[in-house]
């Protein structure tokens, strides 16, 4: 019953509003949103846009919020049932089933909400660094402070889109591995809360993701079949602790991050009675979210 339910009410709306504050997927609905308004305003049919179009849209964003061009693979994922978008010809629009029904004023507060959220998104992370930048002030025998900043983001996986614990996740998994003369470097560069980042050590790739859906791990594995995995995600059902294989070497959860890795970590630093572990995987989150940070930061206008 709460299959069918959910069915009845996932249109535009809901579907977009679970990709709030992800820079690269918003620069390509917002333009398509902005089609769809306007031929509603006009009372004619949306044919849809080109990609040309779509681009054209995507860079008027970016030159506000999102300094990173655009590449075709934004498109490409949202293609498809699973997806919003459709292909008829060589135009895309939102698929049928998702905008009918809908007015013109529903989707101008939608669109309202989602430009609202790119700057809202670039605000929180200000936020996020400021605290790390003060947490790293403090004298190195404030083992419990750091701690308790480190449990606190890597915990927070709504609001933020998941972005704090792929890149918290990261740091904490970096720090640990360090310490045992192992590797872990991190695959993408940018944009990690538009739903997943891998991380690549030795043999296997870290996919680190809160992206919890059956559909999106099969979608993943089929398209690198062969390749080991270590699955990285803040809880696992029953239906994905089924599908381990071959190319599945380990689940981590969010309790194990937390009671494990972390767990660890923190040991040894009382053990030192100073904050040498903690620091450096605040160091790694700090120099993380510079990072996305400067995809945003030269263009941010008021």
């Not at 614990?165 to 192992?182: K, M, N, P």
Request: hydrophobic share 40%; glycine share 6%; aromatic share 8%.
């Amino acid at each position: 019953m709460s299959k069918k339910g959910k069915a009845v009410t996932r249109d535009i709306v809901v579907v977009l509003h679970g990709h709030l504050g992800q820079r690269t997927v918003l620069g390509v609905a917002i333009p398509v949103l902005k089609g769809h308004i306007a031929s509603l305003a006009s009372n004619r049919i949306f044919d849809g846009l080109t990609e040309r179009e779509i681009v054209i849209g995507f860079r008027e964003l970016a030159s506000q919020f999102i300094t990173s061009d655009y590449h075709p693979t934004y498109i490409q994922r949202r293609l498809g049932p699973s997806g919003f978008l459709e292909l008829k010809g060589k135009r895309y629009r939102f698929r049928n089933k998702l905008i009918a029904n809908k007015t013109q004023s529903e989707l101008e507060l939608l669109q309202d909400e989602l430009i609202a959220s790119l700057r809202t998104a670039y605000e929180e992370r200000q936020a996020v660094i400021s605290r790390i930048e003060q947490a790293s002030t403090l004298p190195s025998e404030c083992i419990e402070e750091r701690y308790a900043l480190v449990d606190a983001y890597l915990s927070q996986i709504a609001g933020n889109r998941g972005e704090m614990f792929e890149v918290v996740s990261f740091a904490v998994l970096r720090e640990y591995f360090r310490s045992f003369g192992f590797s872990l470097q991190r695959f993408s560069t940018i944009h990690a809360n538009d739903g997943g980042m891998d991380f690549v050590g030795g043999e296997a790739i870290y996919q680190v993701t809160t992206d919890e859906s059956v559909q999106k791990l099969r979608k993943d594995l089929s398209k690198s079949p062969g390749t080991k995995r270590v699955l990285v995600r803040p809880t696992v059902s029953d239906e994905i602790a089924s599908l381990r294989e071959k190319e599945i070497l380990e689940i981590i959860e969010l309790k194990d991050l937390l009671q494990h890795f972390i767990g660890w970590l923190l040991s040894r630093d009382k053990r030192a009675k100073e904050a040498g572990h903690l620091q450096r995987v605040l160091n790694i989150a700090l120099e993380e979210f510079q990072r996305e940070n400067r995809a945003e930061l030269p263009t941010l206008r008021q």
